[in-house]
């Protein structure tokens, strides 16, 4: 059994109860996206659609290390999670940024390194160290989708609620003594809510607010 969070006291299956029902965000947020590129006639959208597959896949594979808690379940938990960074990284450099394949590749490589890097620390901020390559992507590309002026930052606010939920997710183990249940599962909700602003961002145009590329 792996026993990360606070929530779980013991080997049973529903030990993490909030941990686990919560996931059920990213199932809603994926559903909520298909009918959001549906209503859009972006339903053609290989890429949205690859995203949204991976939405639904987190809550899966989330769902599943938060009742077995074996190594197995673990691995369904991080990887989705890792595919849903690459692939969105890569849709909006190209799509959003007009970055040729070849630098793109080799942009997507880079961030996958320093990912893999820093995993290198679980100890630290409870493993959300993990994600600093992740957080530090959306400021990025925030800041230069605000630049360009055309509509909502989408991807500023996708990182402020992202280092919203790294901060509940690290003081997970520290609060058990006032929060029982730890806080692990407000990372569920608020990423749920920065996966659809991250998948929003690299959809085409939408009335007047954005002007984004194509895919070949």
Not at 60 to 80: C, E, K, M, R, W
Not at 178 to 187: E, I, N
Request: with cysteine; charged share 10%; net charge positive.
């Amino acid at each position: 059994m792996i026993d990360l969070y606070c929530e779980r006291v013991d080997s049973g299956l529903w030990s993490e109860p909030l941990n686990a029902i919560t996931n059920l965000a990213f199932v809603a947020a994926g559903l909520a996206m298909v009918r959001h590129i549906e209503r859009w006639n972006h339903g053609n959208d290989r890429g949205a659609l690859a995203l949204i597959v991976l939405m639904v896949a987190i809550g899966i594979g989330s769902g599943l290390f938060h009742t077995y808690a074996n190594s197995a379940a673990q691995l369904a938990d991080v990887l989705p999670l890792l595919l849903f960074q690459l692939v969105f990284l890569g849709l909006y450099l190209r799509r959003n940024l007009g970055i040729a394949h070849g630098a793109t590749i080799t942009m997507v490589a880079v961030f996958l390194v320093l990912c893999l890097v820093a995993r290198g620390w679980p100890q630290l901020l409870n493993g959300s160290l993990a994600y600093a390559p992740a957080w530090t992507a959306l400021v990025l590309l925030g800041i230069h989708q605000g630049r360009r002026g055309h509509g909502p930052v989408l991807l500023l606010w996708a990182a402020g609620l992202f280092f919203l939920s790294l901060t509940f997710r690290s003081l997970d183990l520290a609060l058990c003594a006032s929060f029982p249940h730890g806080t692990h599962f407000l990372w569920h909700i608020l990423n749920s809510l920065v996966l659809v602003l991250c998948t929003l961002s690299v959809l085409p145009a939408q009335g007047r607010y954005h002007r984004y590329g194509r895919l070949r």
